[in-house]
Nanobody
Framework: QVQVVESGGGLVQPGGSLRLSCTASGSIFSRYDMAWYRQAPGKQREFVAAIASGGNTDYADSVKGRSTISRDNAKNTVYLLMNSLKPEDTAVYYC???????????WGQGTQVTVSS
């Protein structure tokens, strides 16, 4: 089972960029599909982006073209680079072992992203 710690969130102005990091425990990290999700106030948690163990990527329409998910298996870390941030991107961002439709591990504490002028 993979356990995760997210970091890199913060306050950013509209149009700005952030890179989120997620470091996972476990020696078989490279075998897991990993994904980012987010939960805005008053809304359900939703899928953002995923990267398969083989490197294929998948993005929600809301972030496609503005975000890049990547992974460094040597560091047990998955990243989410978000550009052209919008106020509607404000949420707590979580990563987990998973895909667009499935989540395999326990949730971490998340990292807060606030987009505001």
């Amino acid at each position: 089972q993979v356990q995760v710690v997210e970091s890199g969130g913060g306050l950013v102005q509209p149009g700005g960029s952030l890179r989120l990091s997620c470091t996972a425990s476990g020696s078989i990290f490279s075998r897991y599909d990993m994904a980012w999700y987010r939960q805005a106030p008053g809304k359900q948690r939703e899928f953002v982006a995923a990267i398969a163990s083989g490197g294929n990527t998948d993005y929600a329409d809301s972030v496609k073209g503005r975000s890049t998910i990547s992974r460094d298996n040597a560091k047990n870390t998955v990243y989410l680079l978000m550009n052209s941030l919008k106020p509607e991107d404000t949420a707590v961002y979580y990563c987990n072992a998973g895909t667009r439709h499935l989540v395999f591990g326990p949730w971490g504490q998340g990292t807060q992203v606030t987009v505001s002028s």
